[in-house]
């Protein structure tokens, strides 16, 4: 074992180093309580040579584990503990086996596929909207703060400059420049109030360098890369990359727009623009907008009991896909573990060549695939334009637990419904 490694913090052994950052030393920990690996963050002693200083560094290394701790979701690091021992400080966090920073991916030789950056920033932008729900803002968002799992998931860290919007004016809050000059928004250099959208920006920022390697804003010195940020647009994408979908590019362009009136309100915005950019765009339809489709699906007995919160969600997660008369949706014997609502027109059940049923608007089908994970029992088949709802588990896993609930609930109805009806007619029989 490394000897300069301290062999206890707190109650947690340190196994090894995993990394140092401007404001403390992260090491590899195991917690003998709870038997389970540990990231332990020890603040770095503070260089400043007056005492207030040196509190404003004690308490801004506090801020992550107050804050963090408010936050549970699967994109955010989660926090378990922090205290003091011997004078160090530190916070304990979830452990990330095989995790990297996004910064791992900010080289024009480690580039990400396009999907793969989308969904990255898709994730990011849901986490986001968690936090910014319960009245939290990042400030600090960055490649170096967004961690990649193993299985290419995101975590969200490192919270040690984030602001609770409307908090209790005991709590401290930090005021004055803050943050990595190369992603700050514009109202951030200025010092003015922040809101949530700074956050936009930033992360627009982000993508920007894990699609093209480059930084929008960048500069040899900070007074010129806040020059950039205040006063120039930077160059559109496909100057850097030729193959970039346009569809991509004016996402990055709204992030980045100086105006906070332009850019986007917030998170699930963001989110939802990016999700047209799936590789199943080819089954959006442009010409109805969100809130046209919301009312859509708002009338359909399938949504009745949702609250409006999770009909959007819903909305934003799953894919609106269009059939013209005759199309084969779904094939007979196909392992597929993906469900649709029918939000209009009409299909018929087929098995074999026998027609055995109609579904109309409201209808779904395909839920037996995906709570048994069988393959499909019957075909189906478009009888007129019909315009479907998608949705897989991987979706669903990412609804919050009530939507996944309201789901589940009508599955269950809906096979009651159907083997009530299928009783009856065998008792006609």
């Not at 916070?91 to 969904?119: D, H, N, Q, R």
Request: some cysteine.
């Amino acid at each position: 074992m490394d000897q300069s490694l301290p062999k206890r913090i707190g109650k947690y052994d340190i196994v090894g180093k995993l990394g140092q950052g401007g404001m403390g030393i992260v090491y590899h920990g195991f917690d003998p309580y709870k038997y389970r690996d540990v990231a332990v963050k020890v603040a770095l002693e503070s260089t400043a040579s007056d005492e207030e200083s040196k509190k404003r560094h004690q308490k801004m290394f506090f801020n992550e584990s107050r804050i963090a701790g408010m936050l549970e979701h699967p994109n955010i690091l989660r926090v378990y503990d922090a205290g003091v021992d011997q004078n160090q400080y530190y916070i304990v966090t979830e452990y990330v086996a095989g995790s990297k920073t996004l910064k791992e991916y900010c080289t024009a030789e480690t580039l990400l596929p396009m999907e793969k950056v989308v969904e990255i920033i898709f994730k990011s932008c849901k986490a986001l909207d968690y936090a910014h729900r319960l009245g939290v803002i990042h400030r600090d968002i960055k490649p170096t703060n967004i961690m990649v799992t193993a299985d290419m998931d995101i975590k969200i860290g490192d919270f040690g400059i984030a602001q609770i919007i409307k908090s209790d004016e005991s709590q401290t809050q930090f005021d004055g420049l803050m943050g990595s000059p190369c992603y700050m928004s514009p109202e951030q250099v200025k010092e003015e109030l922040l809101t949530n959208q700074t956050d936009l920006f930033s992360l627009g920022v982000v993508m920007f360098e894990l699609l093209t390697a480059k930084s929008p804003f960048y500069s040899d010195n900070i007074a010129s890369t806040v020059r950039r940020i205040l006063f120039h647009d930077p160059p559109p994408l496909r100057f850097y990359r030729s193959d970039i979908l346009r569809t991509i590019e004016v996402i990055v362009q709204k992030a980045l727009t100086k105006k906070t009136s332009e850019r986007y309100k917030t998170a699930m915005q963001f989110a939802a623009d990016l999700r047209l950019t799936y590789k199943d765009i080819n089954y959006a339809d442009i010409n109805i907008n969100r809130k046209e489709r919301f009312n859509v699906l708002r009338k359909l007995q399938f949504f009745r009991d949702f609250h409006d919160s999770e009909l959007w969600e819903v909305l934003l997660a799953s894919l609106w896909r269009e059939f013209v008369p005759n199309s084969h949706i779904v094939d007979e014997g196909a392992l597929d573990e993906t469900f649709y609502i029918i939000v209009s027109g009409e299909l018929t059940v087929k098995k074999g060549d026998k027609d055995i049923a109609v579904l109309k608007s409201g209808d779904c089908f395909g839920e037996i695939g995906y709570l048994t994970k069988r393959k499909r029992a019957n075909a189906m088949v478009s009888t007129s334009d019909t315009v479907l709802l998608e949705v897989n588990n991987a979706i669903i896993d990412q609804l919050s637990p009530n939507c996944q609930l309201r789901f589940h609930k009508v599955f269950l109805k809906k096979l009651l419904e159907r083997l009530s009806k299928k009783s009856d007619e065998l008792s006609e029989m």
